[in-house]
């Protein structure tokens, strides 16, 4: 008795169908874009220079520190992120002439003639259990009052917010109102419960 053969399955149009659903769900798919913090870091110092200690009269300063429990202390009050953003721009404008804010000086600029300056810097400490969103949420706050100073200070100058300025412009503003703020190492100050 002859064996019957059986006859094979025509796959050859699998592989092209397995193709173009790959295609498919590749074209479709969205992936979530890594973005990061725009910081212009500072310039490597010469190798000649010699290391000098900074003295930074404490009335210069505030200190924001996030906490393990993404709980937030901008100098000696506890607040929300949301509150955040406007004591900064108090703390930096110093408007009324406080002695426990940051003080001002008389700043020759080029281009502006003789303005007036604040010294102030922002301290930003956080600890190591500080969550990423708490951390950013931080960030965005103070890079946002900033934001706003300059775009009152280029409207009061120039007539346009501060990002229709070209580089020239927008240069001197980052000198009447500069970004001033440090990051210190995190710290292990409590652990997450």
């Known amino acids: 008795m002859a064996r019957k053969s059986i006859p094979g399955l025509n796959t050859s149009s699998t592989a092209d169908i397995a193709f173009l659903l790959l295609c498919y769900f590749l074209m479709t798919t969205t992936m979530g874009s890594q973005t990061g913090l725009s910081r212009r870091l500072p310039p490597m110092p010469d190798e000649k220079q010699k290391a000098q200690d900074q003295k930074v009269n404490r009335r210069n300063i505030i200190v924001v520190k996030i906490n393990a429990q993404d709980r937030l202390l901008a100098g000696t009050e506890p607040m929300d992120v949301s509150q955040l953003k406007d004591k900064i721009k108090i703390f930096l404008t110093n408007p009324t002439n406080d002695p426990s804010l ?40 103070l890079v946002k009052a900033v934001n706003e100073l300059r775009d009152e200070a280029s409207m009061a100058e120039f007539g346009k917010v501060f990002i229709a300025l070209n580089e020239d412009q927008q240069s001197i503003i980052k000198k009447v109102v500069p970004q001033q ?13």
């Open 102 to 141: 940051p003080e001002k000086v008389q700043t020759e600029i080029e281009g502006l003639g003789t303005r007036e300056v604040s010294k102030g810097v922002i301290s930003l400490q956080n600890d190591r259990g500080t969550s990423y969103q708490a951390y950013i949420a931080v960030q965005n706050e």
């Open 181 to 193: 703020i440090s990051e210190a190492e995190p710290k292990d100050i409590g652990k997450k419960r």
